[in-house]
């Protein structure tokens, strides 16, 4: 038999495996392991999203828009107002030294800066998940 018949034929006996006898067994094992794994994450899903959705409802509902003076609350309250007016104050100084004085951005509250930020999150996110799409 010359090299040249001899390649073939022992890629035609190794081009498929031989059944094993217990096949049957070893795919109904698989099967019932990957069916118990999901069943335990899907109750563990659930549980979380369950004590999940009880939290947020309990934040929800306990929510108090007036804190008084001295609770933390007021105090974090008015920490972030002095942080947010300084921040408003450095950045403004900012723009006038570029010559962008003019720009006014006290006109936008503070739940529109946190949109407009969330928006710009989301569109550097998608960029970033485009890129690493493209690349792989």
């Known amino acids: ?3 040249d018949e001899f390649d ?8 498929r ?7 049957a067994l070893f795919t ?4 019932s ?11 563990v899903l659930g549980a979380a ?3 999940g959705g009880a939290v947020a409802a309990r934040e929800v509902l306990t929510i ?7 609770e933390p609350a007021a105090v974090v309250g008015h920490g972030l107002q002095a942080a947010s007016l300084n921040a408003q104050t450095a950045l403004q100084g900012g723009l006038d030294q570029l010559g ?3 720009l006014d951005l006290g006109s936008m509250g503070g739940m529109q800066m946190f949109w407009v930020a969330a928006a710009a999150l989301i569109a550097v996110a998608s960029i970033g998940l485009m890129r690493l799409s493209q690349e792989v």
């Not at 495996?17 to 096949?23: F, N, R, S, Y």
């Not at 109904?28 to 099967?31: H, I, K, P, Q």
């Not at 392991?33 to 109750?43: H, N, P, V």
């Open 28 to 31: 109904a094992d698989v099967e």
């Open 100 to 102: 962008m004085g003019s």
């Open 64 to 70: 108090r828009f007036t804190p008084e003076s001295g």
């Open 1 to 3: 038999m010359s090299a």
């Open 49 to 51: 999203g369950v004590v």
């Open 17 to 23: 495996t031989p059944p094993m006898p217990d096949a």
């Open 33 to 43: 392991r990957l069916q118990r794994g999901s069943r335990i994450r899907y109750a």
């Open 8 to 15: 073939p034929a022992i890629e035609r006996l190794f081009a």
